[in-house]
């Protein structure tokens, strides 16, 4: 009678902590213009600049879900943009 149940609480568990995984990214921003996202979220990858990236500097001050820029589509290296009300910070980058 107890395996049903411990086996229960740890599926239960396990399903919880695969529904919050941090930092997934959710989508690619392809299209040509200019994005705007949180300085300490930018990341990286090598190939890729994840971060919570938005077209509207306004909306990329609230934006919490990431997504990434392909680095080869970036004219050029992030730069500092301005400071959010709720005081992020925010980069802009300009795509192809």
């Not at 077209?55 to 959010?84: G, K, L, M, N, Q």
Request: hydrophobic share 40%.
């Amino acid at each position: 009678m107890r395996v049903p149940v411990i086996l229960a609480a740890i599926l239960s568990l396990a399903a919880g902590c695969a529904a919050n995984v941090p930092n997934a990214v959710n989508a690619q921003r392809s299209a040509t213009g200019t994005y705007y996202c949180w300085e300490n979220k930018l990341v990286d990858t090598g190939g890729r600049l994840v971060c919570n990236w938005n077209a509207d500097p306004r909306a990329a001050c609230e934006e919490e879900f990431a997504s990434y820029v392909e680095r080869s589509s970036v004219r050029s290296e992030p730069e500092h943009a301005h400071r959010c009300a709720n005081g992020h910070q925010l980069a802009v980058v300009t795509t192809r």
